[in-house]
Nanobody, 112 residues
Framework: QIQVVESGGGLVEPGGSLRLTCTYS????????MEWYRQGAGKQRELIAS???????NYPNSVKDRFTISRDSAKDTVYLQMNSLKPADTAVYYC??????WGQGTQVTVSS
């Protein structure tokens, strides 16, 4: 059984930083992509970062140059470094493995 667990969310002031962590466990025959999504209140879930098994990363313009996804394969962990946070970044952040396995999410609130 595949388990995905996110952590690292919290309350941060505008302009601040947070690092989210996603740890997965279980037998994955072939891990080809890890992704971070977010869903704000009353909004659709949106993809904000992805990293392939080859290390290729991708971001939408809304977070490019502020967010960085990285992966530690030895620890079965993916990180999301978020800098220059804005109130608009407030959302529940989810990690997904191969589009199929999801965590429960971690709340990020950006407010003064």
């Amino acid at each position: 059984q595949i388990q995905v667990v996110e952590s690292g969310g919290g309350l941060v002031e505008p302009g601040g930083s947070l690092r989210l962590t996603c740890t997965y466990s279980g037998n994955i025959a072939h891990l080809y992509v890890m992704e971070w999504y977010r869903q704000g209140a009353g909004k659709q879930r949106e993809l904000i970062a992805s990293i392939t098994s080859g290390g290729t990363t991708n971001y939408p313009n809304s977070v490019k140059d502020r967010f960085t996804i990285s992966r530690d394969s030895a620890k079965d962990t993916v990180y999301l470094q978020m800098n220059s946070l804005k109130p608009a970044d407030t959302a529940v952040y989810y990690c997904a493995v191969n589009h199929d396995y999801w965590g429960q999410g971690t709340q990020v609130t950006v407010s003064s």
